[in-house]
């Protein structure tokens, strides 16, 4: 059985989980990073994705993301047609890694951003949840990524909302203040996710 050992770590845009992840690295814990299986996954199925949305979204046996990500959030209908493609090939990598690091029996990482959105399709019981206020958020967002107020709100409220995150999560790391609050939040967490 795969995810026994599983602690899902999940937030929103802006809130910080990125950070805490190279901190659960940092402390030598096994991580399965969900984006970046995708990422290993959409350009394994390149082929694929050239039949589904035509030839100009793959370049040089990779496909362009950024080109897809146009199509793709433009057009509700085509990233349902990506999703089913996907996401089943992206839940079998994980579960193929799980596997292996439920073998060590000690807690292990799987940074999923969108855990609450797509629920159900990963068993896992636990989940970490690194939070901030909305309007921090916002605020963050807009720094990192140079993007408006309006831009950014739709980034924002394209994901379930941070508080109802909160709400569902199993453990809750405060990332509104600064980093030196967060190492501590961080550090408290990890000390009820040791088994």
């Known amino acids: 059985m795969a995810f026994d050992y599983a602690v899902v770590l999940t937030g929103g845009i802006a809130t910080g989980k990125s950070t805490v992840a190279k901190l659960f690295l940092e402390d030598g814990f ?3 990073d969900a984006d970046r ?3 290993y996954v959409l350009d394994l199925n390149h082929n694929k ?3 589904l949305f035509g030839f100009n979204y793959v370049v040089d046996s990779k ?3 950024k080109a897809l990500g146009g199509l793709i959030f433009s057009n509700p209908k085509e ?3 990506l999703e089913k493609l996907l996401h089943p090939l992206i839940f079998e990598e994980i579960e193929r890694k799980a596997i292996l690091f439920d073998k060590f029996k000690k807690s292990y ?3 999923i951003p969108l855990f609450f959105e797509s629920m159900g399709r990963y068993p896992i019981e636990n989940s970490i949840v690194v939070y901030a206020p909305k309007e921090l958020q916002l605020e963050r967002l807009m720094l990192r990524d140079g993007l408006n107020n309006i831009e ?3 980034r924002i409220d394209s994901q379930l909302s941070i508080e109802k995150k909160r709400d569902l999560g199993t453990y809750i790391i405060d990332n509104s203040k600064n980093l030196k609050n967060l190492q501590q939040e961080y ?3 990890k000390k009820q996710i040791l088994i």
């Open 30 to 32: 096994s991580l399965i």
């Open 37 to 39: 299986v995708a990422h």
């Open 49 to 51: 994705i050239a039949e």
């Open 63 to 65: 496909v362009d993301r």
């Open 79 to 81: 990233k349902l047609r």
């Open 109 to 111: 990482i799987v940074d």
């Open 152 to 154: 950014a709100q739709q």
């Open 187 to 189: 550090v408290r967490v």
